[in-house]
T-cell receptor, first 111, second 117 residues
Framework: EPEVTQTPSHQVTQMGQEVILRCVPI?????FYWYRQILGQKVEFLVS????????KSEIFDDQFSVERPDGSNFTLKIRSTKLEDSAMYFC?????????FGQGTRLTVV | AQSVTQLGSHVSVSEGALVLLRCNYSSSVPPYLFWYVQYPNQGLQLLLKYTSAATLVKGINGFEAEFKKSETSFHLTKPSAHMSDAAEYFC???????????????FGKGTKLSVKP
């Protein structure tokens, strides 16, 4: 069964460093998303991506965040200068028609 | 704007008992509604979805949910809880008019289900 894969599963970084979270969506899907879940809180929408551009983004997705689909298969989330409050589980999702399929997540810990 | 309210951050039931997890939504447009389950240290798995067809939706693992427009509800039920059902459950809504790129999901805060032997 096709699945969304995310790497790494866990990343620890120092405050102020840049991180790139990687995702390989399901191959025939066209819509891609990043969500995050701070420990103990709800899953929050960050950004949606279609046709090689951002289609929608939340207030959380400020200038320190960017997304890219560099090679037609990977979908990346870059956080330019990480802050302590960026520590969270980050989920990638891709969608065909109606339902989104989620990856297992990357747990980002900023120290 | 759309939003989801899940009543009860924690629900505890005995094995074999009825499971009822409540979800109310707010949407100014026809909604698509979803229930996702998250097992510890795992991602989100789709349990079931409502996309404007039948109002009673059956999902995996014996779960079902009924869309009630008059009550703006989409409660999740299972007749008989199993120990393996212990997990966190998230209700989510998206814009039913825009099934593609604009249809990002808005999640509720989640309900943690515990099942006692």
């Amino acid at each position: 069964e096709p699945e969304v894969t995310q790497t790494p599963s866990h990343q620890v970084t120092q405050m102020g460093q840049e991180v790139i979270l990687r995702c390989v969506p399901i191959s025939n899907h066209l819509y891609f998303y990043w969500y995050r879940q701070i420990l103990g809180q709800k899953v929050e929408f960050l950004v949606s991506f279609y046709n090689n551009e951002i289609s929608e983004k939340s207030e959380i997705f400020d200038d320190q965040f960017s997304v890219e689909r560099p090679d037609g298969s990977n979908f990346t989330l870059k956080i330019r200068s990480t802050k302590l409050e960026d520590s969270a589980m980050y989920f990638c999702a891709s969608k065909g028609n109606t339902e989104a399929f989620f990856g297992q997540g990357t747990r980002l810990t900023v120290v | 704007a759309q939003s989801v309210t899940q009543l009860g951050s924690h629900v505890s039931v005995s094995e074999g008992a009825l499971v009822l997890l409540r979800c109310n939504y707010s949407s100014s447009v026809p909604p698509y509604l979803f229930w996702y389950v998250q097992y510890p240290n795992q991602g989100l798995q789709l349990l079931l979805k409502y996309t404007s067809a039948a109002t009673l939706v059956k999902g995996i693992n014996g779960f079902e949910a009924e869309f009630k427009k008059s009550e703006t509800s989409f409660h999740l039920t299972k007749p008989s809880a199993h120990m393996s059902d212990a997990a966190e459950y998230f209700c989510a809504v998206s814009d039913g008019r825009r099934g593609g790129s604009q249809g990002n999901l808005i999640f509720g805060k989640g309900t943690k289900l515990s099942v006692k032997p």
